[in-house]
């Protein structure tokens, strides 16, 4: 069975860092494309970054230089570095799995998120 | 463009038909993928590529693309479908995703 959860989320004050991580069962997370997602309150979902199953990296405008993507295919995790974090990074992150090409990339399974609060 | 815009919010009377639309140049290269939002819970696909529903979506979900438009249509709309339903694309360079504005779906 296919499972992702995700960890790592809390209370951090602006321009502080934090590593959520997204331990995931059932399949290789190096095999496969990975996605970070958040949602913001009372927003709309916003898509973070990916990384390819060949470790190729990609990020939203907003998070750019700031958040980085990686995993350890050792411990079949995901993580999300996030520096200098701001008011508007509050928000519920989830992690998700890429299905790849023959499902054009759709995200077929989900974690249940990890709320990140950035405040002082 | 990279934006995805969908109606905030739509409503549909129990076992009727309700057809949410995405619009976006990117559709007129990739096509949207859908996911059910439900307060409290992860997102759910429910339609991918054109007209793909994930094993153990209802087949009274469907999909379709024209042009710069992506559909997803409920038929016989049921009480546990109220929910917020995403698009989601890739832009032109078809390596950063974006999703859609968002709508919201009521069942009255």
């Known amino acids: 069975e296919v499972q992702l959860v995700e960890s790592g989320g809390g209370l951090i004050q602006p321009g502080g860092s934090l590593r959520l991580s997204c331990a995931a069962s059932?399949?290789?997370?190096?095999?496969?494309?990975m996605h970070w997602v958040r949602q913001a309150p009372g927003k709309g979902l916003e898509w973070v970054s990916v990384i390819s199953a060949g470790g190729v990296t990609y990020y939203a405008d907003s998070v750019k230089g700031r958040f980085t993507i990686s995993r350890d295919n050792s411990k079949n995790t995901l993580y999300l570095q996030m520096n200098s974090l701001r008011a508007e990074d509050t928000a519920v992150y989830y992690c998700?799995?890429?299905?790849?090409?023959?499902?054009?990339?759709?995200?077929?399974?989900w974690g249940q998120g990890t709320l990140v609060t950035v405040s002082s | 463009s990279s934006e995805l815009t969908q109606d905030p919010a739509v409503s549909v009377a129990l076992g009727q038909t309700v057809r949410i639309t995405c619009q976006g140049d990117t559709l007129r290269s990739y096509f949207a993928s859908w996911y059910q939002l439900k307060p409290g819970q992860a997102p759910v696909l429910v339609m991918y590529g054109e007209n793909k529903r994930p094993s153990g979506i209802a087949d009274r979900f469907s999909g379709s693309t024209s042009g710069n438009t992506a559909s997803l249509t409920i038929t016989g709309a049921q009480a546990e479908d109220e929910a917020d339903y995403y698009c989601n694309s890739r832009d032109s360079s078809g390596n950063v995703y974006v999703f859609g504005t968002g709508t919201k779906v009521t069942v009255l």
């Open positions: 059932g399949f290789t997370v190096r095999s496969y494309y």
């Open positions: 998700a799995r890429d299905c790849g090409g023959d499902c054009y990339h759709a995200s077929d399974y």
